[in-house]
């Protein structure tokens, strides 16, 4: 949307690669789904714990994990709650595929639940990972996804308003935003179809700015390095020299500037791994730590040594989280509502659209000193 020449640069890059956050978001959508899918009647209680057994067994599973998602699904059922109420034959559809090609060529995805009846059409997106809050207002994705869906739905519901959801738990944050149907098919046909005609063909003009983010291509965008590059010849300077709107800034750039220059530390090691020779880097082991091949092995031989056990090993209590599941919400705060303490964060800065109340000087000198 944002610059409609990326489309075609990104398919010179390697499209399968993935990442540790990639892999934890999507295990934690299948603990969405298959709860989601018990709690809507279609499997059972031994169809769902054996799924659940399945998917403890991955490697990015957490006993936080379960606890977050059961936040999502606590969101869902309450919003399907509401569409029953509204419309008895409302219907939650999980994992819907929605079809946008109308307004993208070729261009579809999954909705993570989509609730509709007369009137009404939620689409609901989990968003699992912490890094950065996002918004359901105008959120570009989130409105193809309705899109899609009102192209599914239209026919057999009477349909006015879409409501677009984005729940975050793990920063127990969730974003609501409704748009009219006659506003999203107008932005759909005027706004995303000329920009998508452009980015089919690799047409444009190139921008740089928050979008990168998400972009294969930024380690190797002339674009982004240019801006990146002249916002970083501000560093080389005493930070006395500049203005206030200058240090200002370069404030509020650094997440993009970080973020360019992590891609290209990250591209230029892959392509090294590859076989590559950068003119004065070489490829050497990195440092790493010892590691216990065979931890029961280990207990056992000191054991038969005469060490006592408490002499090497620790017992760690699960987190806040996975004892409430345990106890139950209700029973919680009862037992042990006495022994949490949630400490006060550090002071940090954000735009004036974050929700959280702004701390004074003087407090915060006092809180944090």
């Not at 054996?50 to 699904?73: F, H, I, P």
């Not at 179809?193 to 930024?218: F, R």
């Not at 790493?288 to 060490?307: A, P, Q």
Request: proline share 3%; with cysteine.
């Amino acid at each position: 949307m944002n610059c409609t020449p990326s489309a075609r640069l990104e398919e010179k890059f390697d499209q399968s690669s993935t990442s540790t956050f990639a892999e934890e978001g999507t295990l934690a959508h299948e603990f969405g789904d298959v709860n989601l899918r018990f709690k809507n009647g279609e499997i059972n209680k031994k169809t769902l714990n054996a799924e659940l057994r399945k998917l403890r067994k991955d490697q990015n599973y957490t006993s936080e994990m379960e606890g977050e998602v059961e936040k999502y699904t606590d969101i869902v059922m309450e919003a399907f709650a509401v569409a029953k109420a509204r419309t008895p034959d409302a219907k939650l559809l999980i994992e819907e595929r929605v079809d946008f090609s109308h307004l993208v060529e070729k261009g579809f995805g999954t909705g993570d639940v989509c609730i509709v009846g007369d009137g009404f059409l939620d689409v609901i997106d989990l968003k699992y990972g912490k890094g950065i809050k996002v918004d359901a207002d105008n959120n570009p994705q989130l409105m193809l996804y309705g899109a899609g869906a009102l192209r599914n739905f239209e026919i057999l519901y009477d349909i006015h308003t879409v409501n677009l959801v984005i729940a975050q738990p793990r920063l127990n944050h969730l974003s609501e935003w409704q748009i009219s149907t006659e506003e999203l098919i107008d932005w759909g046909q005027k706004e995303v179809k000329p920009k998508a005609v452009k980015a089919y063909q690799g047409k444009g003009v190139q921008k740089a700015g928050d979008h990168c983010k998400w972009c294969k291509a930024k380690a190797m965008c002339a674009t982004l390095a240019a801006k990146s590059v002249k916002l970083a010849q501000h560093d080389f300077k005493d930070p006395h020299l500049l203005t206030e709107a200058q240090l200002l800034d370069v404030y509020k750039q650094q997440p993009m500037l970080v973020d360019w220059v992590s891609a290209v530390a990250k591209y230029i090691l892959e392509k090294a791994k590859e076989g590559k020779n950068w003119q004065g880097l070489k490829l050497v082991e990195g440092r790493s730590n010892r590691k216990w091949i065979d931890e029961e092995k280990v207990k056992t031989t000191l054991s038969n040594n005469n060490f006592k056990a408490e002499e090497f090993t620790t017992t760690k209590i699960q987190g806040i989280t996975a004892v409430e599941k345990l106890v139950g919400k209700s029973e919680f705060y009862d037992l042990l509502g006495d022994l949490v303490v949630k400490p006060q964060g550090k002071p940090t800065l954000v735009p004036m659209s974050d929700k959280r109340p702004s701390l004074g000087t003087e407090q915060a000198k006092e809180d944090f000193k």
